[in-house]
């Protein structure tokens, strides 16, 4: 029903860039991609969302492929802050708004 | 404070009670969303408010589940005769937008650990 598929985890280098995938393949031309994380012991937190173009702020971007089937949270240069289950959403069109959640990634950066 | 406001954030009940879990949402947010989170589980997704009315309850997993939102702001989740399955975080967001098209950026709560002995 999550409607995404993400890989259960990864891990990265601090300072290192870190590249999340996401597919969503059965993704309508109508569906928004959002991206949340949760770190331990806290309430998911808003990172990025988007249609069709890449999108870009202050926290990461996210590059969406030409045919929208996957796209990629990119974080930068990872720090140990950024360990934390990574979330990709569709924001699918009349289901009211309602954002189902998958398992995630768990990402654990390494000094 | 300026986020959403969970209560309680701890609760500890016995096999069979009544609970009420409480979200302040951010002002002037009109949509409201309740999820849960069972232990090293990811989010599930329970209903959805736009104002006060809720246009979806399908996550809700039993009828022993109720929610309700008043005067736009203030919501209640109530869990009667609890179950030692309904142990969990239960999880409040709030957000400007809601409706058919692009939700706009959801804010969370810490979340009310609901456990139930």
């Known amino acids: 029903d999550a409607k995404t598929t993400q890989p259960n985890s990864m891990e990265s280098n601090e300072e290192e860039p870190v590249h999340l995938p996401c597919n969503h393949s059965?993704?309508?031309?109508?569906?928004?991609i959002h991206w949340y994380r949760q770190l331990p012991s806290q309430g998911p937190e808003y990172v990025i969302h988007?249609?069709?173009s890449n999108v870009n702020n202050r926290m990461a971007s996210l590059a969406i492929a030409e045919d929208r089937k996957s796209s990629t949270l990119i974080l930068h240069r990872a720090t140990l802050r950024d360990a934390a289950v990574y979330y990709c959403?569709?924001?699918?069109?009349?289901?009211?708004?309602?954002?189902?959640f998958g398992q995630g990634t768990e990402l654990s950066v390494k000094p | 404070g300026a986020g959403v406001s969970q209560s309680p954030s701890n609760k500890v009940t016995e096999k069979g009670k009544d609970v009420e879990l409480r979200c302040d949402p951010i002002s002037g947010h009109t949509a409201l969303y309740w999820y849960r989170q069972s232990l090293g589980q990811g989010l599930e997704f329970l209903i959805y408010f736009q104002g006060n009315s809720a246009p979806d309850k399908s996550g809700l997993p039993s009828d022993r589940f109720s929610a309700e939102r008043t005067g736009g702001s203030v919501s209640t989740l109530t869990i009667q005769r609890t179950q030692q399955e309904d142990s969990a975080v239960y999880l409040c967001a709030s957000s400007r937008a809601g409706g058919p098209a692009n939700t706009g950026e959801l804010f969370f709560g810490e979340g009310s650990r609901l456990t139930v002995l």
């Open positions: 988007g249609l069709t």
């Open positions: 959403i569709l924001d699918i069109y009349n289901q009211g708004g309602k954002l189902i």
């Open positions: 059965t993704i309508s031309g109508t569906d928004y």
